[in-house]
């Protein structure tokens, strides 16, 4: 069973908009709406960033978005900022009774 | 507050199991799934399984079949994972999550602190 696709690596300069992409397949991103984010910074757990596509959970930034079309689902993070810096998993709901994460994408702050 | 506190560290050899524990606090036990996910190092999240704290039952990644057995004791609050037949690749950080306490829904939204083990001849 295959994660989802993630890019390796993003990056952007602070006050810039980045978007990290998560594509699958109609089996679970395109056929869900449970479509969720996690920020990991190194050493750390992860943490919840966007449930069910595009809402965020209480006390997460409004810089954070999400969305879907179809089998891809998408993070958006604008104003970036130095603490941004982390990996970023994207995870989807593949069945009744199983989940799938994305390989991942390290996003850098130059 | 929800907590979520796994035991610590465990190094094992090729060939045995561990057992790795999660006590939950700051929310009703019974009423939110578990699950638990990997992460060998260097490497991304790996979906496991998941378990009803409520009536124990369970289900696990195709991955992990046959050698994975998560349990419950709604005693004291905690939950199990047990992974036999260990090999190097089992190396990772093990991670107990919570779904859909703060808002319902299908999503891990409070993470234990992780469990390291390792495994090596």
């Known amino acids: 069973q295959s994660a989802l696709t993630q890019p390796a690596s993003v990056s952007g300069s602070p006050g810039q908009s980045i978007t990290i992409s998560c594509t699958g397949t109609?089996?679970?991103?395109?056929?869900?709406?449970?479509v969720s984010w996690y920020q990991q910074h190194p050493g750390k757990a992860p943490k919840l960033m966007i449930y069910d596509v595009s809402n965020r959970p209480s006390g997460v930034s409004n810089r954070f978005s999400g969305s879907k079309s179809g089998n891809t689902a998408s993070l958006t993070i604008s104003g970036l900022q130095a603490e941004d810096e982390a990996d970023y998993y994207c995870?989807?709901?593949?069945?009744?009774?199983?989940?799938?994460f994305g390989g991942g994408t390290r996003l850098t702050v130059l | 507050q929800v907590q979520l506190v796994q035991s610590g560290t465990e190094v094992k050899k090729p060939g045995a199991s561990v057992k790795v524990s999660c006590k939950a606090s700051g929310y009703t036990f019974t009423s939110y799934y578990m699950h638990w996910v990997r992460q060998a190092p260097g490497q991304g999240l790996e979906w496991m399984g998941i378990?009803?704290?409520?009536?124990?039952?369970?289900a696990y990644a195709q991955k992990f079949q046959g050698r994975v057995s998560m349990t419950r004791d709604t005693s004291t609050r905690t939950v199990y994972m047990e992974l036999s037949s260990l090999r190097s690749e089992d190396t990772a950080v093990y991670y107990c999550a919570t779904e859909g306490i703060a808002v319902a829904g299908h999503f891990f939204d409070y993470w234990g602190q992780g469990t390291l083990v390792t495994v090596s001849s």
């Open positions: 995870s989807s709901k593949r069945s009744s009774t199983s989940w799938v």
């Open positions: 378990i009803n704290p409520s009536g124990g039952s369970t």
């Open positions: 109609s089996s679970d991103v395109g056929g869900y709406n449970y």
